[in-house]
């Protein structure tokens, strides 16, 4: 009987991912695009817990230590059976210089991640996208359809709604840190999106893990605090979490332009208003409602756009 299901379960994961590959390219990105938000937004919600319980470098440095943690086994398994030079990039220098960007985006985003509600700051993210496809254009030559232009700057709109009635009184300030980290983040994803011309999604993700691992562990060693068994388990998990979003994230860049998945992470600010009244009581404004419409019908509108362009 176990055997029976366990086929069944294996026959049916084949099958789905059969006609997921036989799907249009962008269809494809879209895809990694909604699942990579749906495990950052998890992730998210946890290490603002971590943040809130201790210091936010250390939180930053054991997150990435722990996925590093969870990568290793299953390198050390294909290692073993295919060979460890098939996880050695091709530009060792370009996975430090991402690596390098990445923390220092990181550092900005744990510093406010404690300070603001989880619906402001991903709202505050969703300027990345702005900054991503204008880096698109200019560093990696991909062509700026109209469509999305029109369809980021909507959204754009939509984030401005929900952002300008947070930037008065104490929590103003951190909302500026915060917006200050998303063209450092946007420089990371442009990063990765040219390593994607000739580095696997594996060997982007492990690297990531290694280089951020290694640039924050000096701040964390100044504030360090022994965590207790509980956050360990809230750090691994944010570590599945990471290692599963980039991963995913990597095969969206990989499968179309990057420009032309960016505004399905509006969607991302539905999933952390929902998880950030579940578990922190934090009741969206009418505001942020009103914001999350605007991007919202932006995002069913390009990608449709999207997924009728060759």
């Not at 946007?186 to 990765?192: D, G, R, V």
């Not at 893990?209 to 640039?215: D, K, Q, S």
């Not at 990057?258 to 505001?287: E, K, M, N, Y």
Request: with cysteine; glycine share 8%.
């Amino acid at each position: 009987m176990k055997f029976s299901i366990g086929r069944r379960f294996a026959w049916a994961k084949h099958k789905t991912r059969r006609r997921a590959m036989q799907l249009p390219p962008t269809w494809q990105a879209i895809w990694w695009m909604v699942m990579g938000g749906i495990m950052f937004s998890v992730l998210n919600t946890i290490a603002r817990i971590m943040a809130l319980q201790m210091d936010p470098f250390e939180a930053q440095f054991l997150r990435y230590l722990c996925g590093l943690l969870v990568i290793l086994p299953l390198v050390l398994r294909s290692g073993v059976s295919q060979g460890f030079k098939d996880f050695w990039p091709t530009d060792v220098k370009g996975q430090f210089w991402r690596g390098a960007v990445h923390t220092a985006g990181l550092m900005l985003w744990f510093i406010a991640l404690p300070k603001i509600p989880l619906a402001d700051m991903t709202a505050i993210s969703f300027t990345g996208p702005i900054f991503i496809m204008m880096g698109a254009s200019f560093f990696l030559n991909e062509p700026m359809h109209r469509d999305r232009w029109i369809a980021a700057l909507i959204g754009f709109a939509g984030v401005l709604v929900v952002l300008l009635p947070n930037l008065s009184g104490d929590g103003g300030a951190y909302h500026l840190v915060m917006l200050a980290s998303a063209p450092v983040f946007a420089a990371s994803f442009l990063i990765t999106k040219a390593l994607t011309r000739y580095e696997t999604p594996g060997v982007i993700v492990l690297w990531q893990a290694i280089t951020v691992t290694l640039f924050s562990m000096p701040m964390a060693v100044l504030h360090w605090q022994t965590p207790s068994a509980w956050q360990w388990v809230g750090f691994f998990a944010t570590g599945i979490l990471g290692s599963a979003g980039h991963y995913f994230l990597t095969r969206a860049f990989q499968a179309a332009d990057i420009s032309a998945t960016q505004s399905l992470r509006f969607l991302d600010l539905v999933w952390t208003s929902l998880l950030g009244w579940f578990v922190f009581s934090d009741l969206p404004s009418h505001a942020t409602w009103l914001g999350a419409s605007i991007i919202l019908m932006s995002t069913v509108w390009i990608t449709r756009r999207e997924g009728q362009r060759r």
